[in-house]
């Protein structure tokens, strides 16, 4: 099946020359499973590509753009390019009806679509990079990506979210939080840890992961978004 | 003190417009405490850009050079970035005797100086980079670090050292090998952990480092020399 994709080409600010990077870019492994005469890879050496091509041009812009040391541009960098925010400029730029995985996938909208969404944000900017060269990836990574260095500065994104929380906390209520795991469920190799933030005896949110540093750490985001501490 | 950069440039291949940010690159942050006149930078801000760039031609190298899924390309790219590699590309170019430091780094030699030598192989790139353009970083890349890949391979750099001594244990006198720790020694920020590596009761080697993890992979290592099961 060949989508139309001058809707997202539009979208992208290009067109490409060759038409089966994008299509590739969008292509999940799930979906050569499923369609086994498919003419075309799926896309994990494009988006293997792809993020290289990424953390070049953002260290570049947050190298010339900021004086600042090392560990804070790595700090922001990280915020920037991390899979929520991927994710995000996937939904923003309409991916998600272009991509093309297996019926299975296609229900899975939660933790795992985000995952998706992300690595074929990194794609794209391969399939960019192999078509057109290092400046048109880098006019859209700077237009698409590097434009939300302002919500990373507002929201503190490049924090931590547990130490973000607890700085908070203390200077709010004077309370250290604490964390307790409330259950862990699926298989050894599919485990899902559901963690609890706490202010004392108060629960404030939970959060889930694939560990238990990443349940906290979720809970912990959840936590400064209920307080309105985010902001 | 502005040394004479000459040699190394000359080993560099190549001769700076701006001299200056070659010097950064050379001067690490404990110079600069010793020198508080001294006119340039340290050469952080230089690494965190040429981190960026040496990654970017080695994934583009790779990618082009290879048909092989993302996941094995991954770890011969992490084999080739590494910091032993790094170091050991800044020997071969006797970065070494320009390295401009405090006096108490320069007495120690060991695991602080590979560091230290492996971050301004980084920075050099990041130097090259903003003095000349990509096309002269990559040139030094393809031709210093990435000329190493035949090595990676022959040595199986790419492969944990654990499983890999694991792997030859296994096929050679299958036996499973054991790790026991020997003693932790340094105060907590500085601990140096050391680590036994056995087959039964046989002890094949030690290794030391700042986590157990870390000493037991440098253990493994030291263990598949001692065999001679790293050909």
């Known amino acids: 099946m060949k989508k139309d994709l001058e809707g997202l080409e539009k979208a992208l600010g290009t067109s490409f020359k060759e038409q089966g990077l994008l299509e590739t870019a969008l292509t999940h492994r799930s979906y050569i499973n499923e369609h086994r005469g498919y003419a075309l890879d799926h896309n994990e050496r494009l988006e293997f590509l792809g993020d290289a091509v990424l953390e070049l041009v953002v260290t570049e812009y947050l190298f010339h753009?900021?004086?600042n040391p090392e560990g804070e541009l790595t700090a922001w960098r990280a915020a920037l390019v991390r899979g929520e925010m991927l994710a995000k400029v996937?939904?923003?730029?309409?991916?998600?009806?272009?991509?093309?995985m297996s019926r299975g996938e296609s229900k899975d909208t939660?933790?795992?679509r985000?995952?998706?969404l992300a690595n074929a944000c990194e794609a794209i900017i391969g399939a960019i990079y192999l078509d057109k060269g290092y400046e048109d990836a880098k006019d859209f990574i700077l237009g698409r990506i590097v434009t939300h260095i302002g919500e990373v500065f507002d929201k503190k994104l490049f924090v931590d979210p547990k130490s973000h929380f607890q700085e908070k906390a203390q200077e709010m209520v004077s309370i250290t939080p604490t964390y307790r795991e409330h259950e862990s469920v699926g298989p050894d190799h599919n485990r899902v840890f559901v963690v609890g933030?706490?202010?004392?005896?108060?629960?404030v949110a939970t959060g889930e992961g694939p560990s238990k540093q990443e349940a906290q750490r979720n809970a912990a985001k959840a936590a400064l978004e209920k307080?309105?501490?985010d902001k």
Chains 1, 2 share one sequence.
């Open 65 to 67: 753009q900021y004086p």
């Open 110 to 112: 939660g933790r795992a």
């Open 197 to 203: 933030v706490y202010l004392g005896d108060e629960l």
């Open 114 to 116: 985000e995952y998706l």
């Open 90 to 100: 996937s939904r923003e730029l309409g991916v998600e009806k272009y991509l093309m």
């Open 227 to 229: 307080k309105g501490w």
